[in-house]
Each structure stands twice: as C-alpha cells, then as structure tokens.
C-alpha cells in the first residue's frame, strides 16, 4: 500500500502530476483541441474549462486517470455550455468547489441545504452531475442506502466522488464520532452489494496511505465491469 508523503514531497508529486497532464492535454491529438485545464492537489487532478459533448470530458478523466499518483479525478467542467450541477454531502463547513450545493444536517454557512443524508435527499431523480462524499460515509453505520440515493440522483454519465480514512491509518481511529473503517475493498464490496437496479462502474479508486478514494458512475444494468480495468485498484 502506497504510503503518506511527506508534504514537501506531495507537492512535488503534485507538480510532476500537473504537468503530465498538461502534455496530455496539449499533445495527444485526442483531446489536445480541447478547452480543459488541470491543477493538481493531494494527488487529485482537478478539470476545468468547457467541452461540448460529455463523451469528450469522459475521456479526459480516464486519461488523467492512468498517471501513477493519480488518486481521484474531480471537475468543474461546462458540457455543451452548461455548469455541472453538484452535491456536497455532509459539507460541514467547508464545500470542495465554491460552486457545489452544501448539504448537512448543521447549518453553517456553507450548506444551502438542511438535509439528514440517512433519511434520503430533497432532490429529484437524475438531477445531478456529482455527488461529493468526503469524510462521510465513516460516519455512518450503514451507509449503502446512501450510495444508493446517490445513485438515484446522478444523471447518465454522472459521478459520485468518495474521500475516506484509510482504515490502517491513525486518522481512521483518532476520531470517536468514526464508526466504519474503509479500504480499496470497501469500494469493491459497495459495486458488488449495490442492487441489480442500480449498478455502479468505478471509473477510479485509490488511496495515498491516509485516506480512501472513489469515482463511480452509474453503469447500466446487466453490464459486466471489465477485469483488466478492476485489476489496476481491487484484488
């Protein structure tokens, strides 16, 4: 298991990261016409810009994805000159994009909606581009009728992004108000528990040695996950 940089280091990685994608970007005729930028932070790569069809976003993110380093892919990126429209679920005081819809149970400036996530979510069904869970689900014990609210609200090509204490890692115990522990396999066991209505395809998975990473998208049903693809993240 990939173990915590230092943060000096990290910030190397990162900067190595940012421009290996910017190569990407500029040179592989594939996406080299595109209006897309990366940043880098944390070993996640963050898209920005605009493209035109969601099928080119689709492949950017599956590129970015392939650098060793990379842990989640995440944007803010306009599809056919449309904003995403995106959750973040037990925000706290803090959203992942100033543009994000805060949702959590305190009021705090940051939440624009008072929600319990364990009592299913004020919204309407494929409504949404992405759904951010970041140090959520390990507080909550059971937390699959969550992902499958999530998976409720995505629209087709929609994403939920899940960030959680690694479960080897002190911070996954140091905190009393924990109460599940996850690891690379969690997110393995969340794909294969999820019900035959709704199936998920993980576009990404990883962990820095300090915290867990997903980016999964709605898959349709019946459809088999490739095992070349699962074998990169899932034993």
Known sequence: MTAVLSGGRQAWVDEYLRRSVDELLG??????????????????????GAVDHAVQLDLVRRLASRFAG????????????REPVALDLGCGDQRQYQQNIGVDRRLT???????????????ATASVDRVYMVHLLEHLPDFLPLVQECHRLLRPGGILHVMS????????????THVRYLDLQTIKGICAYAPPERPWE????????ASVFADLTPA????AADPTHLARFFD
Do not use: E, I, K
């Not at 400036?109 to 919204?123: C, H, M, W, Y």
């Not at 349709?220 to 459809?223: D, E, L, M």
């Open 109 to 123: 400036d940051s939440v624009a909606v008072r929600a319990d996530t364990r009592n299913g979510l004020p919204f």
């Open 70 to 81: 990379v842990h989640a892919v995440w944007d803010r990126v306009r599809v056919g000159g």
């Open 220 to 223: 349709a049903p019946g459809s």
């Open 165 to 176: 204490p690694w479960w080897r890692h002190v911070n996954a115990v140091a905190d009393p």
């Open 27 to 48: 040179h592989d005729q594939r996406v080299r016409d595109l209006d897309v930028q990366a940043d880098v932070d944390g070993g996640v790569v963050h898209l920005t």
């Open 202 to 209: 993980v576009l990404h998975a990883g962990c820095d040695g």
